[in-house]
């Protein structure tokens, strides 16, 4: 599972979460067209990680900037 609260420690991943599954899936069966379109939507996701962690990212700075006013 990806989601953390931000307090939480780092813990392990669990073996078998998707990205585990993912990433140990035999590629073989799969047609130059089908990976190309599996290429496509992992890229797909991967910027779709990358705006929520960039909106979170925000939303942490914005909170604490607004404390360390308060906090004066």
């Not at 910027?47 to 979170?56: E, I, L, S, W």
Request: charged share 35%.
């Amino acid at each position: 599972m990806l989601r953390r609260v931000m307090e939480e420690p780092d813990r392990p991943r669990p073996t078998q979460d998707a990205v585990s599954r993912l990433a140990s899936e035999d590629l073989a069966p799969y047609s130059q067209a089908e990976l190309a379109e599996r290429i496509a939507l992992l890229e797909a996701e991967i910027a779709r990680v990358k705006a929520h962690r960039d909106r979170a990212a925000a939303h942490r700075a914005a909170a604490e900037a607004l404390f360390a006013k308060g906090s004066g």
